[in-house]
């Protein structure tokens, strides 16, 4: 069905900045909400941010308040995440998933679909 792709990634220094684009295919990007997630060497995957399908947000981890964005574009069919600031600490792998929701303008608990990836490393 829907199917992701997560772009923009690469190498940065340490209080720089990076844009991460989720594009979805197959399906309208209106009708579902969106989360980033990243996974670190030798650590679980995270919630990092996520947005409804109207546009709400919320930052799931801690450690990026202030720093990360996330927004979308349902005509371009693009989600993405604006990462300012960025540490050592945010190297990862970073993941887009989508969930389909009929009715609901919120942050979902579980997504139906995933990218397979994009990578962020922050090294001086």
């Known amino acids: 069905q829907l199917q992701l792709v997560e772009s923009g990634g690469g190498l940065v220094q340490p209080g720089g900045s990076l844009r991460l684009s989720c594009a979805a295919s197959?399906?309208?990007?209106?009708?579902?909400?969106i989360g980033w997630f990243r996974q670190a060497p030798g650590k679980e995957r995270e919630g990092v941010s996520c947005i409804s399908k109207s546009g709400g947000s919320a930052n799931i981890a801690a450690s990026v308040k202030g720093r990360f964005t996330i927004s979308r574009d349902n005509a371009k069919g693009t989600v993405y995440l604006q990462m300012n600031s960025l540490k050592p600490e945010d190297t990862a792998v970073y993941y887009c998933a989508a969930r389909f929701l009929f009715d609901r303008n919120v942050c979902p608990g579980d997504y139906d679909s995933w990218g397979p990836g994009t990578q962020v490393t922050v090294s001086s």
């Open positions: 197959g399906r309208t990007l209106a009708s579902y909400a």
